[in-house]
């Protein structure tokens, strides 16, 4: 558990875009005792890095080797928060997602399980698939879930494999909705509609999105649960350390808005006439788009959570003029004006 500012903490997938929100956070609060494991590869997600204030630092993989060979090797944690993961919804290896997925995440669990450390894993909205079944994280009967996608399936697969083992009810998952803000460039693709859409913006003035290819919904108007990294963030360490937390938990806004009312908060926040094109959506993703999601929230505020919710339009706001338009990561904040 999350003790003190002195308990030390572990957080997986530490330079990319959640995790090293959750280093930020947790330097918020005086807590710098933290070993950060991450691939840094090639792209530019380091940069997250060097506002940060962590003790030490692994490669991802060294990290399972060393507790494979010797559990012992990188002594006690109070508290593991896994967010490594290979996040690309468009990924076709499907080998690689289990591995890095379902596998990794896996023995990392027994691992932290075996030395008592509070284990807080990264699951997805996405094992959700179409929410046509619903998307209530109080339903047990999660074998029902259909995935649209090989990233969703390799959550949903150790959802499932954590739940026979009995061990959710002595972990935490969490089923991250549409989180966006600071620190996500990295992404490539998979990076927010708010990232995208300020290159566009900035560059022609306008914003493409893509049209609607049902009936039932116009142009735009598809929704999605938007949540700000901040936000994220303090939830999942509210789930951290709760101690009668245990189980599958939604972070999400608990509201559903438009592609429409997303778009409009951006030219807001960069003081600019809304300018929309709808273009056609690609037909490989036609039959894995999600047309609604909605985060049910009831759960995690029973455990707890008691914090309002930044509103699109301020998180939007905060997300443009505080970072994007100054290429700033969290910890780069400009300090307060004596």
């Known amino acids: 558990m999350l003790k003190s500012s002195d308990s030390r903490i572990l957080i997986t997938g530490g ?3 959640i995790g ?3 280093a930020w ?5 005086g807590s710098e005792n933290i070993v950060i494991a991450d691939r840094l590869g090639t792209d530019e997600k380091w940069r997250n890095l060097v506002p940060l204030k962590f003790a030490d630092y692994i490669d991802g993989i060294d990290l399972l080797n060393k507790i494979t060979a010797n559990p012992d090797a990188l002594g006690r944690f109070d508290v593991v928060l896994h967010l490594g993961a290979c996040s690309a919804t468009t990924e076709k290896d499907s080998d690689f997602l289990m591995r890095n997925n379902f596998d990794y995440t896996r023995q990392l669990c027994q691992w932290a399980m075996a030395q008592r450390a509070r284990f807080v894993y990264a699951s997805s909205a996405a094992t959700y698939g179409d929410g046509s079944l619903g998307m209530d994280d109080t339903n047990d009967d999660i074998q029902r879930l259909r995935p649209l996608n090989m990233y969703g399936y390799s959550k949903h697969l150790f959802d499932l494999h954590a739940k026979r083992q009995g061990w959710l009810r002595r972990i935490v998952g969490l089923k991250y909705f549409n989180v966006f803000g600071p620190n ?5 693709d998979m990076r927010s509609v708010v990232h995208k859409a300020f290159g566009q913006i900035t560059s022609t003035g306008r914003l493409s ?6 009936p039932d919904y116009r142009d735009g108007e598809q929704k999605r649960d938007f949540l700000y990294v901040k936000d994220a963030v303090r939830m999942t360490l509210q789930l951290a350390q709760a101690p009668l937390a245990a189980g599958l938990y ?3 806004s608990g509201t559903a808005q438009t592609w429409v009312d997303l778009a409009n908060a951006i030219f807001a926040a960069l003081g600019r006439p809304p300018a929309i094109d709808f273009i056609d959506m690609p037909e490989t993703l036609r039959e894995k788009y999600q047309y609604f999601t909605c985060a049910d929230i009831a759960r995690i505020r ?3 959570y008691a914090d309002t919710l930044t509103p699109l339009t301020d998180s939007v706001r905060d997300y443009v003029t505080n970072y994007l338009q100054h290429d700033r990561r969290l910890g780069d904040e400009p300090s307060p004006k004596a």
Request: overall charge positive; cysteine-free.
């Open 15 to 17: 330079a990319g875009f």
């Open 250 to 252: 939604n972070l999400g």
């Open 184 to 188: 996500e460039d990295h992404k490539a």
């Open 20 to 22: 090293s929100a959750l």
């Open 25 to 29: 956070e947790l330097n918020r609060r």
């Open 209 to 214: 999105l893509f049209k609607s290819h049902r």
């Open 302 to 304: 029973q455990s707890g």
